[in-house]
């Protein structure tokens, strides 16, 4: 890697800090955060149903979000590494520095089909981490060469440094940016996604990918209930999408799996407790929003995003496979 490592500190911050995965190196981080370097085994991961993304198998540089959103459907991942899903969700970044040469090891295995891969699934792959350990620009390397299609999730302007290899990978494999802005409104984004830039900086940072080749879509996730669906909020936010430069928009309602729970529902009731009958209303049945709610707010926005020009996104064709020679025999 070719960057100053930070430097090492001690894997227990105390009798009160979370246990970390076994062989994990811990570096210091800005602002009081810290990297947890953990070799991975396997990189490319089946996505369960709590990530939504469009694609079916997802790739996650790092674990962990310094982004702190409080909906985020990953924090229930890091229970599983042994973590909290709360601050250490937010402060412990899990990364995953042999990634790039994982990836071209599995995407070349005999049994793997070229299928689309999401790109940022347990944490934004374009967070502060990423300047520090620039995992991405070899990882694209690696699906370009491989000819396998992909979509990148992040938030983060560090994406556009990319440009010209996303403008590249997404010419010769197939593959997009999907930038998250599920509202305009930045007073609810300090409140609910406190280390994430604004949504006008992220709508900036769609219009000069696009002005550089950069396929974009526009993920309106989570739209939250009582939050950010009413009706003239869901119509400016499409509205800036399809100013922005982006083609295609997947508009999707808040889930709150295990992890992500716990952590939303602790700020609703500290921020908001009148809304608490309605949400345990929406949620009673689990994860998901009520289906008739869902579906209401989910055509709301479609048809807004074909008002204005936007394609509804969908999943990406992958690349033919190239077939083995046989030989004649005769």
């Known amino acids: 890697m070719r960057w100053d490592a930070p430097p ?37 991961e089946r996505v369960g149903r709590d990530t939504e993304p469009l694609e079916e198998w997802g790739i996650s540089p790092y674990r962990g979000c310094a982004s702190a959103c409080r909906y985020c459907s990953g924090r229930g991942a890091h229970r ?10 937010e402060t412990r970044i899990v990364v995953r520095p042999n990634a790039v040469r994982r990836l071209r090891v599995e995407l070349a295995a005999p049994g793997w089909r070229g299928e ?50 996303l403008a590249q ?27 994430a830039p604004s949504p006008q900086r992220r709508l900036e940072v769609i ?19 009582c939050l950010t669906d009413g009706a003239d909020q869901l119509e400016a936010t499409v509205r800036r999408i399809a100013a922005s430069g982006a083609t295609e928009v997947l508009p999707l309602v808040l889930r709150l799996p295990p992890g992500a729970r716990e952590w939303f529902w602790a700020w609703v ?29 989910i055509t709301q926005v479609r048809r807004l995003a074909a008002a204005f020009g936007l394609r509804d996104a969908g999943p990406l064709v992958p690349a033919p496979r190239p077939r083995a020679h046989q030989l004649a025999l005769v």
């Open 269 to 297: 009731g500290e921020r908001h407790p009148r809304l608490l009958p309605r949400y345990a209303e929406l949620y009673a049945g689990g994860p998901d929003a009520d289906p008739a709610y869902r579906e209401r707010i």
């Open 116 to 165: 689309p891969v999401a790109v940022g699934v347990g944490g934004d792959c374009y967070q502060p981490a990423e300047e520090r350990y620039r995992l991405m620009p070899g990882l694209l390397g690696v699906l370009a060469e491989a000819r396998n299609p992909f979509t990148v999730y992040t938030k983060r302007p560090l994406v556009a440094r990319d440009a010209d290899l």
């Open 207 to 225: 219009a000069a990918l696009a002005a550089r080749g950069v396929p974009c879509a526009v993920t309106m996730a989570p739209i939250l209930p």
């Open 169 to 195: 990978a997404a010419g010769e494999a197939g593959g997009r940016v999907a930038m998250s802005i599920a509202f305009v409104d930045e007073q609810v984004r300090r409140a609910v996604e406190p280390g």
């Open 8 to 44: 090492l500190v001690a894997a227990s911050d105390g009798p009160s800090a979370p246990p970390l995965p076994r062989g994990a190196v811990v570096r210091a981080g800005p602002e009081g955060t810290s990297f947890v370097e953990v070799q991975a085994r396997t990189l490319l």
């Open 80 to 89: 599983r590494l042994g973590m909290d899903a709360g601050e250490s969700f």
